[in-house]
């Protein structure tokens, strides 16, 4: 059982990713989603119970620094973990070309969700544009979770050396 | 009916998951002013941290951009200064040429000195005036402080000068006080001499040494240097005189040549 402080552990982590991190290696306006990315791992590793805590956890955060889409990322993202650990339980993905692609696919149906849900008018009439900028934003966030689970793996690896 | 819906409550999955969603209706579905104070409260207590090392390392990316355009700003003030400070000098130089040029009753040229000789100690200028402005060979050329020599070679655009420093240049010339006659030439050292000055005249430490205009170059009047120095060696029946140019040589660059003396050739 990983004690709570891991838990805060991981949130100021992912947090920090996510509002600190992530703007700073951005291209223009495709950044990384680290808190998507982080939320769909967990549910692909740990299973649903825990992507979809940790996905209200840290979507719930990431709603308290906007008041105006406040809710819409706290569902979406619990959904998101909670899919992953449902994905995990019906097709074990252990490969770490897999998971990122699982993240891929994640981060472009929360985007394309997301920006469906707070504008729908201006998603109907800009959909290519958005849908690109979906995909880059989708496809730089699975280049991160696949840089991450690399880390990981080689730490396992080191462990399991040692 | 009944049973699979019991069933379906029964499933922990289906619970945690719509209470997640319940709870993230209730906050959609929460009054935009309780969300912006909900927001603000969070900013400044949970999110504190995040927001503080943002700003912080917002604030170095804005210095080290700032340093940056200072850095630019500084090596451009830089260059602008030293041209400033250096038409300053130039300004001054020739506002006092100015004033020197309408004190003398001599045709005055300037001209820019573009070389000198490249011997240890100077001995000839090269001057950007020439045939062209009027000056040919054997003109005096001097600087506000003083006599600087004689041109000695002219072209259309250019002009050598030989300064006094050069032995073969002689000036005739007179201590202004005494009015004793002599010829300042350059003997060696680091001061020009004034020969041929008999050893019972009486000659002073630091009287003004001037052109006498009896050489047929130089005319009357010009400042040369001033006596720093006297010796009689027994026997000999001049002085040594050891003058000190009132130009400096090595400072030289704007000079004027004397083309037309009044009632001269």
């Known amino acids: 059982m990983i004690p709570y402080f891991y838990y805060f552990l991981a949130w100021f982590f992912v947090i920090f990713c996510q509002i600190v991190v992530s703007p700073r290696i951005a291209f223009g306006d495709i950044y990384p989603d680290a808190v998507l990315a982080a939320v769909v791992l967990i549910g692909l590793k740990r299973g649903w119970k825990r992507g979809l805590w940790f996905g209200f956890a840290f979507g719930l955060t990431m709603d308290l620094l906007n008041p105006q889409n406040y809710g819409w990322t706290t569902v979406l993202v619990s959904f998101s973990g909670y899919y992953a650990g449902y994905v995990r339980e019906k097709i074990f993905l252990d490969h770490i070309l897999y998971q990122s692609l699982a993240v891929f696919a994640f981060a472009l149906a929360y985007q394309l969700l997301f920006q469906l849900i707070n504008w729908p008018f201006y998603f109907i009439n800009n959909f290519i544009q958005l849908l690109s900028n979906s995909v880059f934003t989708s496809l730089y966030t699975a280049a991160i979770a696949l840089f991450a689970l690399f880390i990981l793996n080689q730490r396992s690896r080191l462990r399991e050396l040692l | ?265």
């Open chain 2, 1 to 265: 009916m009944w049973v699979s819906l019991r069933g379906i409550y029964r499933n922990p999955g289906f619970r945690q998951v719509s209470i997640a969603t319940i709870v993230s209706i209730l906050l959609i579905a929460l009054p935009y002013p309780v969300k912006t104070t909900i927001s603000r409260i969070a900013s400044h207590s949970i999110l504190y941290p995040f927001v503080e090392i943002d700003r912080f390392l917002l604030k170095i990316d804005s210095t080290f951009e700032i340093n940056r355009h200072l850095n630019r700003r500084l090596d451009f003030l830089a260059t602008t200064l030293s041209t400033v400070m250096e038409n300053r000098y130039e300004n001054e130089r020739l506002r006092k040429m100015l004033g020197f040029d309408l004190m003398l009753p001599y045709e005055l040229k300037p001209a820019e000195v573009i070389a000198y000789s490249p011997t240890a100690r100077f001995k000839s200028i090269l001057i950007n005036a020439g045939m062209e402005k009027g000056i040919f060979k054997d003109m005096p050329a001097i600087s506000p402080s003083g006599v600087v020599g004689k041109t000695v070679s002219a072209e259309s655009y250019s002009a050598v000068v030989q300064l006094l420093f050069d032995p073969a240049c002689k000036v005739a010339a007179r201590l202004q006080s005494s009015r004793t006659q002599g010829i300042v030439a350059y003997l060696g050292g680091r001061y020009l001499s004034l020969t041929n000055v008999p050893a019972d005249q009486s000659v002073a430490v630091g009287d003004s040494v001037i052109s006498s205009g009896l050489g047929g170059i130089f005319p009357e009047g010009l400042f040369i240097g001033r006596v720093i120095d006297t010796r009689v060696k027994e026997g000999e029946m001049f002085y040594e005189i050891d003058i000190e140019p009132g130009t400096n040589f090595s400072l030289l660059e704007e000079i004027f040549i004397v083309t037309s003396i009044p009632g001269g050739n």
